[in-house]
């Protein structure tokens, strides 16, 4: 996305939340547009390194990228960048291991990469979690696990 169209998205995003909203810290009006396109490349990055069978969270996402608190940006991310549908997105879930809500399809394609559901409906996240022992760089920067 060139910076012009960035701008516009920000601008029409902020715009349209209500004032209660505005002021979340996973918002992109702490970032420049320059950050906005790093953090998106670094999000794809990550999620495209998500082994088969295994998931991680969108905090952890967040983190590797280095906006720890943005967690509800890098859904955001995956769920408005072209190509994205690309990635295993399936294999991004929440702390708790929860998936996208609206998308059911989500536990079938996990399922069928051998993930297992606890009871409650939840990614077995003990069994299945990803934390990889060394992350590469991300965008001329590294970044700890």
């Not at 294999?91 to 993930?115: D, H």
């Not at 009871?119 to 934390?131: A, F, I, S, T």
């Amino acid at each position: 996305m060139d910076e012009t169209l960035m701008l516009f998205l920000r601008t029409e995003m902020l715009t349209a939340m209500p004032l209660r909203v505005r002021g979340m810290k996973d918002y992109p009006d702490k970032m420049t547009p320059e950050e906005v396109r790093t953090f998106r490349d670094d999000v794809l990055n990550i999620v495209s390194q998500i082994p088969r069978g295994r998931v991680t969270t969108y905090g952890t996402i967040a983190a590797w990228a280095g906006w720890p608190s943005h967690a509800r940006m890098v859904g955001r991310t995956l769920h408005y960048t072209p190509g994205a549908e690309q990635l295993p997105c399936h294999r991004v879930v929440n702390k708790e291991g929860r998936t996208a809500p609206g998308w059911s399809r989500q536990r079938t394609l996990l399922e069928e990469e051998g993930v297992v559901f606890r009871p409650n409906g939840h990614v077995d996240m003990q069994r299945h979690l990803w934390l990889p022992e060394d992350i590469a760089t991300l965008s001329e920067r590294q970044v700890m696990a």
